[in-house]
């Protein structure tokens, strides 16, 4: 501090230093813009070479160095990458549009049947975007047996309930034509299309809504089903615009999504459901919620902010998990009576058996956790 600085009365010296916070914070903005407008000069440059959006190794590396940079300068290494995260997650909404398609028939459609759909709407978005002809059917559109013949990809994104008779119901097609679906189960729409195609056949499963503005780190989930060299290209497209791609067994994938969607979804949906009969004051538990239970309010509102008829599909699809979600009731109303009882010992005794159970991912989750009970937490004075 200057001996002019010494001299300025508190509140001038608090002025000053407050317009200084500003004018960096001014420079931090353009570096934005700067750092934005480099990276959408990157995404044309990726489509040119037909590089996929994200790259994880790049990425990886690039907040490996920087993190390394700020320990340098004294700064908090999360700190920085929380920053970098953010930006970086902004800047591939620059890139997405840029992706570059991967088939080598572009004169040949991509039909999606329900394409009306959210769903089917999001992904008619990025086929054009890549430079394909997409031909949409919906439930009052004919598929005509000349469109069959010419489709490169015919690809099912109809509700879960109406899947098996949409896929019964198709025209032939084209022998090298790759027949796909992006339903939530996947062994019966996949039996049910290498029953009614002989050609290459594979069952996708995204695992995001239609909100997501691009597909940079989303997950799409594989299960194969027959002549996989003839729809890797489609695999390779997704790839392209930045999604995770996971293989896995039909049966292992509905197995998993039993507990990931209907044992979670049901859950959601009954806690909402005792709220509102209970007729709960939400503006009073948002206002004194932690932050970790902010977030379980944000996911039960979450729920309740979307389609109903989808989650009854969902759930519905799921029956063969119920009879699980039956012996949780019956371990929640054995807790409920071990509590009552005041049997701590007993209490505290499952606790240790289920930390058991969890091993090394109990603290796993707990860390990852953090950056979002921060994040909850940050939302809460945003209104």
């Not at 353009?30 to 750092?35: Q, V």
């Not at 979670?264 to 503006?283: K, V």
């Not at 159970?357 to 989750?365: E, H, L, N, P």
Request: negative net charge; proline residues 3%; charged residues 25%.
């Amino acid at each position: 501090m200057s001996s002019s600085d010494k001299d300025q009365h508190p509140a001038e010296q608090l002025k000053n230093l407050r317009d200084a916070i500003d004018r960096v914070d001014s420079q931090l903005v353009e570096l934005i813009a700067e750092r934005a407008r480099i990276t959408a000069q990157v995404g044309r440059v990726k489509r040119s070479l037909q590089q996929p959006l994200y790259v994880p190794e790049r990425e990886q590396q690039l907040i490996a160095a920087r993190r390394d940079y700020a320990r340098q300068q004294g700064v908090a290494e999360d700190l920085v990458e929380d920053v970098l995260r953010r930006i970086i997650r902004e800047s591939y909404k620059t890139q997405s549009a840029q992706a570059t398609a991967t088939s080598q028939q572009l004169q040949r459609p991509v039909v999606i049947v329900g394409g009306k759909g959210q769903l089917g709407q999001l992904l008619t978005k990025f086929f054009v975007n890549s430079g394909y002809q997409v031909e949409t059917i919906d439930k009052d559109d004919a598929f005509s047996e000349s469109l069959a013949k010419r489709a490169q990809l015919v690809l099912m994104a109809v509700p879960v309930n109406v899947t098996l008779r949409a896929v019964e119901e198709l025209p032939e097609l084209a022998a090298d034509c790759v027949l796909a679906d992006v339903t939530s189960i996947k062994a019966e729409p996949l039996a049910a299309m290498l029953a009614k195609h002989q050609g290459p056949v594979v069952g996708l499963h995204p695992m995001f809504g239609p909100s997501v503005h691009n597909l940079a780190k989303q997950l799409i989930v594989v299960t194969h089903g027959r002549h996989p060299r003839n729809y890797q290209w489609v695999i390779e497209q997704f790839v392209n615009w930045g999604a995770h791609i996971e293989t896995i067994s039909a049966e292992q994938h509905d197995t998993a999504m039993g507990w990931i969607q209907a044992m979670r979804h049901l859950s959601t949906y009954t806690y909402g459901l005792h709220m509102a009969e209970e007729n709960a004051d939400i503006e009073s538990l948002v206002q004194l919620s932690s932050p970790i239970y902010r977030m379980e309010l944000m996911m039960v509102g979450r729920l309740f902010a979307q389609n109903a008829e989808l989650y009854a599909d969902i759930i519905c699809a799921n029956q063969q998990q119920f009879t699980t979600i039956k012996r949780y009731l019956e371990r929640f109303s054995a807790a409920i009576q071990l509590l009552e009882n005041g049997d701590k010992e007993r209490f505290i005794e499952q606790f240790n058996e289920v930390k058991a159970y969890f091993g090394s991912y109990a603290t796993q989750f707990l860390e990852e956790s953090e950056s979002l009970v921060q994040l909850a937490d940050d939302q809460r004075f945003r209104r």
